[in-house]
């Protein structure tokens, strides 16, 4: 099943990227090109995935690279990293710049966005309580998705 955020072209990052002032490199442009293919075929991606991608387009593009740029893609807000339970991070385009988590199915690693935050309350609650200067927060929930469910039964 397509996942709807998945419609990104290299292009559009190599413009996002250049507004940030990034200027177009070589390596960039074929890290942009494997993003697109990644992102077109499975949404959800790890490091070493896209670092593996962009090496059948050129051989030489170097893992330090891959990984600055996908730091400067979270930054600019065009990748979302998503953690799971063993530690292991992935990867997937965002749809939008609104703040929103993320279901993480443990099974099959797929990725779900959700539009749903913490209420209000409970974090006016922990910042009364603990007198804490809140700067924002993250939120993983993992578990198994609607369609490893099925699988099982
Ligand atoms: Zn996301
Ligand atoms: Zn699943
Ligand atoms: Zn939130």
């Known amino acids: 099943m397509k996942n709807y955020f998945c419609s990104i072209n290299a292009d559009s990052i190599i413009q996002k990227l250049d507004e940030a002032g990034f200027r177009q490199t070589h390596p960039r442009r074929i890290i942009a090109n494997a993003l697109a293919r990644m992102a077109g075929l499975e949404c959800d991606f790890t490091i070493e ?31 979302d990293q998503v953690s799971f339970a063993n530690g292991e991070d992935r990867y997937h385009v965002r749809i939008g710049a609104e703040h929103h988590h993320h279901l993480t199915c443990e ?17 006016e ?12 927060h993250r939120l993983e929930i993992f578990g198994e998705c609607a369609e490893c469910q099925k699988k099982i039964q």
């Open 49 to 79: 995935d896209l670092w593996r991608s962009a090496r059948r387009e050129d051989p030489t593009v170097g893992r330090a690279t891959t990984f600055r740029t996908v730091d400067t893609l979270i930054t600019l807000g065009v990748l």
């Open 107 to 123: 099974t099959c690693r797929k990725i779900i966005e959700i539009d749903t935050c913490l209420p209000a309350q409970f974090l």
């Open 125 to 136: 609650n922990i910042i009364k309580k603990y007198n804490f200067s809140l700067s924002g």
